[in-house]
């Protein structure tokens, strides 16, 4: 065997304390990016009101990027929605 050989990734169990601390840890990534996201709508909103306008009027081209039964666009815009509908409240 070379001392270069690779290990079949296949054969390998995943560590699934590994998989959990990925879980958490894109969580949290994605909730940081909500958060400074938001704050920045809702700054930009102020100012400029039409934003939301705009941003309601693009969802018919925001999709989901899963495949199969598991993709569904009109949950993805359902969310959108409701954070546009939030910061319509707060503004």
Not at 10 to 39: C, K, N, Q, S, W
Not at 59 to 86: P, Q
Request: proline residues 4%; without cysteine.
């Amino acid at each position: 065997m070379s001392a270069h050989a690779t290990t079949d990734p296949a054969t390998l169990d995943p560590d699934p304390d590994a998989i959990a601390g990925e879980v958490v840890d894109a969580r949290r990534r994605e909730m940081a990016v909500e958060h400074l996201l938001f704050g920045t709508i809702r700054f930009v909103a102020a100012r400029h009101p039409e934003l939301l306008d705009a941003l309601d009027g693009s969802l018919d081209h925001l999709w989901d990027k899963s495949e199969g039964t598991a993709r569904d666009d009109e949950a993805v815009r359902a969310i959108a929605r409701r954070f546009i509908k939030s910061l319509r409240a707060e503004t």
